[in-house]
């Protein structure tokens, strides 16, 4: 099936893909914009605010204000 396929290539399952594409942005957007943390968030859909610094300190070791300076 896909998702068998999608595991054995990439090591993950696709809900974990995704959100660490996600992650990945909230990175470069949070390096390169002037957009607050709170719509970050929101323009990449990753539910409240307080999922989305959990998440992102989970994934990245600091919280997204930290990552940012």
């Not at 290539?9 to 990175?27: D, F, M, N, S, V």
Request: charged share 35%.
């Amino acid at each position: 099936t896909l998702r068998k396929l999608f595991k054995a290539e990439t090591g993950l399952t696709i809900p974990r893909y995704l959100k660490r594409q996600k992650l990945q942005r909230a990175q470069e957007l949070l390096r390169d914009s002037f957009l607050s943390i709170s719509e970050i968030a929101e323009r990449l859909e990753c539910g409240d605010l307080s999922h989305f610094r959990h998440d992102f300190k989970q994934a990245c070791g600091v919280a997204p204000s930290e990552y940012r300076r």
